[in-house]
DNA sequence: AAAAAAT
C-alpha cells in the first residue's frame, strides 16, 4: 500500500533535489507495526498472550448506540457484558463526593419535550431545520443571540452565556432540580459555531499501529469503540457533532480508566487525541453524577456575597495546562462536549484582562481550564474554591515542570482546599517519565494506572523527515527556496530559536512578500491569538515561532514544519515535527542543521532510524564522531527511569530494566545533574547538564 | 547564551 503524497510534498521533493538532497519516499514501514525501542522487549511476551490489556473487544456495540442508551437508564457507569471491571480498593468506591451524599439525579421530565425518546433517527444528527421544528418554541430561546460572535475577536469567548437561556444570573437556580445526564435543547446557531469550524473529520485508523502498554492493576479492557462503554447521550451527540469516528489509542485506553474511577498517569502527546481521552470520560461522569455539593457551596456563595454581585465558583472538573494557547484549545473541546448539557466551561489564563474572566467565571464554572499562575491568583481573590473539584487533570505535565509551574502546582494541589488524592481522580499527562513527573505522580495520584502511548509524532509514517546541512548563512536563502517550493495554500511553520530570531525571520520574509506571521512569548497575548488564527485560517500560511508553539498546539493541515534552528534538546525536535502529519494527514519537517547543532546530533540521528527515515550519510559519521568523543552517552530522558516500573513491578531495583532500556539520565550519576528543584528550571536542565564539556566550546547550546 | 508564565 503506497502512500499517497500531498502534492506539495511532491513539489518539496523535486526541489530538494534540485538542491542536490536525495529523494524522499516514505520508507515502508508499512505492514510492519511499529514497536517504538521501550516497549520492544516485551513485544515478544505480549505478542501471542493477549490477555491482559490488548485483546480484541467482542462485537455487540459496533452499532451499539441504542444498546449503549438503553442500558444508561439503569444507571452507572456499566461496563456492558464485560464483568467486574472495578478493583477492590477501599475507600475509592462510588462516587468521589467529599461527603456520602452523592447526587440523586431527579428523573427526568422534560425528556419527552424535548423529543429525545425517538430519535432513534439520529437526533443529533437530523437535519438542522427538523431538528429545530420538533423542538417548538424552546428553540427561539435557544437560537437567541446568546453565542454570537465568538472566534472572529479575541474578546469574543467571555460573552457567550450559559445553555439553560433566560439569563445567567438565574443560572444555578434553574438547573436545581434538573438531571445533568440529560441534554438541553439544541442551538443551532452554538451548533454550527462549536462544530463547524475546524476540520475535525479525522481519520483515526492511521493510528492503529501505535503501541499502548499500560501497567498497574486491575485496570480495565480498552475499548474499541466509542459505543463500547456507556457515556450517556450527551456525549455521544457531541462525539457524533464533532465526527469522531473511532477512539484513538490513548483513547480507547485511558476512557475506560477513567470512567472506572482509576488514577492515570499517561506518556502520550497532544495530536494522540488526548484532550478528549480525558474530556469525554471526565465530562459523562459528570453529567451521571450531577453537581454535587458543588451547586449547593456556589449558591451559598452567591447569597453571602449576594450584595457584591460576587460568587465564589467550585468547579467540578479542573484542568491545569503549561501554556495560555494549549489551555485555549482544551477550552475549545471543552465547550464541544460540554454542548447542550448543564456543565459550563471557563478557561483563566495570564495576559488577558482578568476582571473579563471573573465576570465570566461567576456566570458558572464547572470545568476550569486553566494555566498555574492565573489559577493561583484567582485562587487568592477567592473566585475559585477546590472545595469539591472531583477530577484533576495535569496536561503537559513534563513541561509544566519545565516551565517552574511546580510550585504553583503544588501550592493548588496540595496547599488549598482540593480534595485529597483517593477522594478526588486525578490525571496527568506527559510527553515524558523523568524523576520528576515520577515524584509528582507518586504524590497526587493514588493507586494509578500508566500508560505509556508510542509516540505520534517523530515515528509516525505520516512525517517524512529531512536533515539537511545550512550553514548560518545561507538559512535564509534556502528557507525561501523551500517556501517557493511548498503550495501557496498549505501551512508552514518555521522554528527559530530566539524571539528576536523570530521577529527578524518574520520581518525578512515579509519584506520578501511572504503572507506570514510570528508568535513568541514577548508578543502580547492578544497577538499570539490573533497570529494562531492567520495562521490557522490560512490569511498568512507560513508561521514563524519560538517554542511557545511547539508542543501541544494542534493546528491541522500544517504540511511542513520547517526547523530554521534546530533545538538542542531532542524532546523539543519531536514536539515541534509532531505539528504535522497530524492525525491521518501526511507531513514533512525539514531541520537546518550546521556545525552549531553537534548537541542534537546523537538523538536525531536515533529518532531518524526509529522512524525509518532516511539518514544523511554526513550525520551518520558526525554521530559516530560524536559518540567516541563522549562515550557513555545516554538517550533521552523521556520514560527514562524505568517507565515507572517502581510503582508496579516488586520494586524492583533494576532501575532501567523493563523497557527502560537505555534510559536512565535522570537517575543520575553525573556531577552536573541538578536534579529536582535543585536549578532553576527543574529537568529541563539536567538533559543538557552533562559531561560534553569542553568539545564544544564554539556551540550555541546552553547546557554549560 | 532561551522560552515560557501572574502582576
Known sequence: ???????????????????????????????????????????????????????????????????????????????????????????????????????????????????????????????????????????????SSFFNDR??????????????????????????????????????????????????????????????????????????????????????????????????????????????KRDLMACAQTGSGKTAAFLLPVLSQIYTDGPGEALQAAKNSAQENGKYGRRKQYPISLVLAPTRELALQIYDEARKFSYRSHVRPCVVYGGADIGQQIRDLERGCHLLVATPGRLVDMMERGKIGLDYCNYLVLDEADRMLDMGFEPQIR??????????????????????????????????????????????GSTSENITQKVVWVEENDKRSFLLDLLNATG?????????????????????????????????????????????????????????????????????????????????????YVHRIGRTGRVGNLGLATSFFNDKNGNITKDLLDILVEAKQEVPSWLESLAYEHQHKSSSRGRSKRFSGGFGARDYRQNSSSGGGGFGGRGGRSTGGHGGNRGFGGGKGGFGNFYSSDGYGGNYSQVDWWGN
Open 1 to 143: 500500500m503506497s502512500h499517497v503524497a500531498v502534492e506539495n510534498v511532491h513539489g518539496l521533493d523535486q526541489q530538494l533535489a534540485a538542491l542536490d538532497l536525495s529523494s524522499a519516499d516514505v520508507q515502508g514501514v508499512t505492514g510492519r507495526r511499529y514497536i517504538p525501542p521501550h516497549l520492544r522487549n516485551k513485544e515478544a511476551a505480549k505478542n501471542d498472550a493477549p490477555g491482559g490489556w490488548d485483546n480484541g473487544r467482542s462485537n455487540g456495540f459496533v452499532n451499539g448506540y441504542h444498546d449503549g442508551r438503553d442500558n444508561r437508564m439503569n444507571g452507572g457507569s456499566s461496563f456492558a457484558g464485560r464483568g467486574p471491571i472495578r478493583s477492590d480498593r477501599g475507600g475509592r468506591g462510588g462516587f468521589r463526593g467529599k461527603s456520602t451524599g452523592s447526587y440523586n439525579p431527579i428523573q427526568p421530565m422534560q425528556s419527552a419535550g424535548f423529543g429525545y425518546d425517538n430519535k432513534d433517527a439520529g437526533g443529533w444528527n437530523v437535519p438542522k431545520d427538523n431538528a429545530y421544528n420538533s423542538f417548538g418554541g424552546r428553540s427561539d430561546r435557544g437560537k
Open 151 to 260: 472566534g472572529s475577536s479575541s474578546r469574543g469567548r467571555y460573552e457567550r452565556g450559559g445553555f439553560g437561556g433566560g439569563g445567567n444570573s438565574r443560572w444555578v437556580e434553574e438547573c436545581r432540580d434538573e438531571d445533568w445526564s440529560k441534554p438541553l435543547p439544541p442551538n443551532e446557531r452554538l451548533e454550527h459555531e462549536l462544530f463547524s469550524g475546524s476540520n475535525t473529520g479525522i481519520n483515526f485508523e492511521k493510528y492503529d499501529d501505535i503501541p499502548v502498554e499500560a501497567t498497574g492493576h486491575n485496570g480495565p479492557q480498552p475499548i474499541d469503540s466509542f459505543h463500547d462503554l456507556e457515556m450517556g447521550e450527551i456525549i455521544m451527540g457531541n462525539i457524533n457533532l464533532s465526527r469522531y469516528t473511532r477512539p484513538t489509542p490513548v483513547q480507547k485506553h485511558a476512557i475506560p480508566i477513567i470512567k472506572s
Open 411 to 456: 501550592r493548588i494541589v496540595e496547599q488549598d482546599t482540593m480534595p485529597p488524592k483517593g477522594l478526588r481522580q486525578t490525571m496527568m499527562f506527559s510527553a515524558t517519565f523523568p524523576k520528576e513527573i515520577q515524584i509528582l505522580a507518586r504524590d497526587f495520584l493514588e493507586d494509578y494506572i500508566f500508560l505509556a502511548v508510542g509516540r505520534v
Open 488 to 572: 501557496k495554500d498549505s501551512l508552514t511553520l518555521v522554528f527559530v530559536e530566539t524571539k528576536k530570531g523570530a521577529d527578524a525571520l518574520e520581518d525578512f520574509l515579509y519584506r520578501e512578500g511572504y503572507a506570514c506571521t510570528s508568535i513568541h512569548g514577548d508578543r502580547s497575548q492578544r497577538d499570539r491569538e490573533e497570529a494562531l488564527h492567520q495562521f490557522r485560517s490560512g490569511r498568512c500560511p507560513i508561521l514563524v515561532a519560538t517554542a511557545v508553539a511547539a508542543r501541544g498546539l494542534d493546528i491541522s493541515n500544517v504540511k511542513h514544519v520547517i526547523n530554521f534552528d534546530l533545538p538542542s534538546d531532542i524532546e523539543e
